[in-house]
C-alpha cells in the first residue's frame, strides 16, 4: 500500500513540480521580477496597465485617466490631451473586462496616494461594467494587489493557477525563453495606448481606415458572418443593471471627483447596436442624477455611429476614427 502511494505521489507531483519550475523560471505572465518594458505579456492588461503606471508615476506624474475596458482601445489619448490644459500628463487605465468596482479602486488608489486627478473620461460598457460586483479571481481578470488590497500572495496563487489550467501558455513559456522578442506587445510605455504608433502620428489628422481594414481576412470574413441579417427586429434595451451597491460606487466616485475638482466626462461607450443592448432609461437616469446631465453622453443604442459595421472591428470595439468623433463631440461645448 505504501509502495502504492509512493508511485501515486510521484505520479502526481513530477508534473506539478515541473510545472511550477517551468513557471518560476520563465515568469510567463511578468509578475514575478521586474520586466523590459519593451517585452511583457499581454494576458491580464489589468496587471500591465497597472504596472506601467507604478514604474512611471514618479516620472510623468500623471494626472488625466482614461477609465474602461478593452474598448478603450479605440481611444488615441494624444488626441484627447488636445483637449485638456497643456500641463496634462494622460494615462489610460485599460483593463480587459473592465468592472466598475476596478474603476473605483483605481480612482481611491490615485487619491489615497497624492495623484491630482484634474481629467477623467470614464467609459460605462453595457452590461460589461455592472455584470459582476464581486471582482474576479480568474488569471485573465484578476486585479493588481497594490490596487484591490489583496494579499500578493493570493494574485500569484491565481496566477500560477491560470497556467496550470492553459496548456496552450506552457508552450508560450518555452518559446519565450528562446525567442523573448515573441513577447513584444503594441502598446505605447509611456500612456498605455493601444499601438506604438500613437505618440507620434499626426493627430491633427482624422483616422480615416475604417476597423475592419487593421483585420485579417479571416476576422474580417467571421465578424461579417456573425452580423449578418441583423435588422431592427434585433435591437434591444438592457434591463436596469445599477443596484444599491452599485450606485453607492458611482456616488462615491462623484465624491472623489469632487474632491479633486475633476473635470470628467461618463461614456456609455458605442457597440454594434445589433448585437449589443442600449442602457436602460432608468440607468441612463441615475447616471445623470450623480454626475450631471452635462457630464453623461450616451453612445449606446441605435445611432448613425453605432449601425454602421465598419465602425468597428468586432460587435464589440470600436475604432480609432470613432474614439476621434467621441472626443470631438465631448469636449465641443
Not at 97 to 116: A, F, S
Not at 222 to 236: C, F, P
Request: aromatic share 14%; with cysteine.
Amino acid at each position: 500500500m505504501k509502495r502504492l502511494l509512493k508511485r501515486l505521489l510521484l505520479l502526481i507531483g513530477t508534473p506539478a513540480v515541473a510545472l511550477l519550475l517551468l513557471y518560476l523560471v520563465t515568469d510567463p505572465f511578468k509578475t514575478l521580477r521586474p520586466f523590459s518594458l519593451q517585452y511583457f505579456d499581454k494576458l491580464n492588461r489589468d496587471y500591465l496597465s497597472s504596472e506601467l503606471f507604478l514604474r512611471n508615476n514618479s516620472v510623468y506624474h500623471y494626472n488625466s485617466f482614461i477609465l474602461g475596458s478593452s474598448r478603450c482601445c479605440g481611444f488615441n489619448t494624444y488626441h484627447w490631451k488636445h483637449y485638456l490644459s497643456p500641463e496634462s500628463r494622460q494615462f489610460l487605465f485599460q483593463a480587459w473586462c473592465e468592472t466598475l468596482t476596478g474603476m473605483e479602486q483605481k480612482l481611491d488608489y490615485l487619491d489615497r496616494n497624492g495623484n491630482e486627478i484634474d481629467n477623467v473620461l470614464l467609459l460605462i460598457d453595457i452590461p460589461g461594467t455592472f455584470a459582476r460586483e464581486q471582482l474576479s479571481r480568474e488569471c485573465v481578470f484578476i486585479k493588481h494587489y497594490k490596487f484591490s488590497g489583496q494579499p500578493e500572495m493570493m494574485f500569484q496563487a491565481c496566477m500560477f493557477w491560470g497556467f496550470v489550467k492553459m496548456p496552450s501558455q506552457w508552450i508560450s513559456a518555452l518559446r519565450q525563453m528562446v525567442h523573448p522578442e515573441a513577447m513584444e506587445f503594441p502598446a505605447d510605455t509611456v500612456s498605455n495606448d493601444w499601438g506604438y504608433v500613437n505618440r507620434h502620428a499626426d493627430i491633427s489628422v482624422r483616422p480615416q481606415r475604417d476597423s475592419l481594414s487593421n483585420l485579417s481576412d479571416k476576422g474580417r470574413i467571421s465578424y461579417l458572418k456573425q452580423i449578418e441579417g441583423k435588422t431592427d427586429a434585433d435591437l434591444r434595451v438592457s434591463e436596469p443593471l445599477i443596484t444599491e451597491i452599485f450606485q453607492e460606487q458611482l456616488v462615491h466616485i462623484r465624491t472623489v471627483f469632487d474632491r479633486h475638482h475633476t473635470d470628467y466626462r461618463i461614456v456609455v461607450s458605442p457597440a454594434y447596436c445589433y448585437m449589443h443592448p442600449a442602457i436602460n432609461p432608468e440607468d441612463l437616469e441615475l447616471l445623470r442624477e450623480i454626475f450631471g446631465s452635462e457630464n453623461v453622453f450616451d453612445y449606446s443604442g441605435k445611432n448613425e455611429m453605432t449601425s454602421n459595421c465598419y465602425n468597428f472591428s468586432d460587435a464589440d470595439h470600436f475604432g480609432l476614427s470613432v474614439g476621434w468623433q467621441i472626443i470631438e463631440d465631448i469636449y465641443s461645448n
